[in-house]
């Protein structure tokens, strides 16, 4: 067994394509498949389920993968402490969903690149069931999500608090509404946006809205949209009033497009959270940016 094709698999597995593979470290198909095959034969073990259209891993080969992930690790960490880069690109594979992809991570990422200038990031948005399936299939070694699913083979860290608040078209039936104080119960009666199934905000506004005793099933619901920026365009533009990230609506409630209307009593927040595969093996640059994501927003 060598080094070169362990890095064949662990391409293969992550990128679930052997051309990809191959682009990705500068060699053939063939030589890709090739140590895929003699790893194979040398444990006597089946690794890769391959069909025409994907490649997926079998029970053993998700061991292999951990294994294989562990040992370039150390491969990594013997080139830093000898003093020499190792000529892998710095790159740390990420999934978003929502609210962490378009308001955290643009921040985070930038503050993280001032320290560590030469580490590039790829970046996969999709809704917090899209991110756990991609950590799942290891197309993303680290995710960030609103919710936390019940799968046992994940891990969770809570590493930024998320204030959810209404926001209105700025236009003078709402500004009339808000200014003499209406109550929660009377801006729910007005159009309301929602968000798709999926979403961490959804459901977080969901057990809210119970909460507070609203029957969701009335809510004069006249859109469900997944997109951010279209339910704040949406809202902007008198469609409804929507239940949202409170540093999400900043720059247009900034702008003067929205209203913002923050319940009283208890805030309504929810955590954001790092989720990774329990598994997972970090190599150095990922364990810096988890810790580095772990400490940004504490106070």
Known sequence: ???????????????????????????????????????EKEFNTKFLDRTTKNVRTTVAGERLYEYAKEMLAIKEELYQ????EWKEEQRIDIAGSTIPSQY?????????????????????????????????KHKAAIGFVGIKSKDDRLRYIPFYEDKLVVVTPNETHYKELLEGNCSFEELMREPIILRENGSGTKKTAERFLESKNVDIKKLNVVAFINDQEIIKKSVSRGMGITIMSKKAALDYVEDGKMLLYEPEGDKVTRNLYIVYAKRKKFDRLEKKFIEFCCQFYVQ
């Open 104 to 136: 955290i991570l643009p921040e985070l990422i930038h503050a993280y690149q001032k320290q560590n200038a030469k580490v590039r990031f790829s970046i996969n948005q999709g809704d917090s069931d899209h991110v756990i399936g991609e950590i799942l």
């Open 1 to 39: 067994m060598e080094l070169k094709q362990l890095e064949a698999f662990v391409q293969v597995v992550e990128l679930q394509s052997f051309s990809k593979a191959a682009e990705k470290l500068y060699l053939t198909q063939p030589t890709i498949s090739a140590h895929i095959v003699s790893l």
């Open 81 to 84: 402490g000898f003093g020499r």
